[in-house]
Nanobody
């Protein structure tokens, strides 16, 4: 079975940093594009970052320059390093995987692209 499991959320003050991790089982990250999706309170789902199968990253304008997505193929892990966190970054962060077809050199910033999701990890940015 295919699974992804997020970890690394928590509470942090504005300006702080967190690193989210996503472990995959049943498949390798190199075979699927990955998306980090944020669900903020009272708002829709937003893909804040994604990475193509070949490792090319994309970022939503709201996080560009502050968040960095990375992948460790040996460990089959994906990470989201978040810096200069703002209260509006608060939400549940989901690690998601795209279907196997496509997304070799690009990835999608549309949440509907991703067909299976982890349980999410809460990030709270507050003073």
């Amino acid at each position: 079975q295919l699974h992804v499991v997020e970890s690394g959320g928590g509470s942090v003050q504005p300006g702080g940093s967190l690193r989210l991790s996503c472990a995959a089982s049943g498949f390798s990250w190199g075979t699927r594009a990955v998306g980090w999706v944020r669900q903020a309170p009272g708002k829709g789902r937003e893909v804040v970052s994604c990475m193509s199968k070949s490792g090319g990253p994309e970022y939503a304008a709201s996080v560009r320059g502050r968040f960095t997505i990375s992948r460790d193929t040996a460990k089959n892990m994906v990470y989201l390093q978040m810096t200069s966190l703002k209260p509006e970054d608060t939400g549940i962060y989901y690690c998601t995987a795209a279907p196997e077809d496509g997304y070799v050199n690009t990835c999608s910033l549309y949440a509907s692209t991703y067909d299976f999701w982890g349980q999410g990890t809460q990030v709270t940015v507050s003073s």
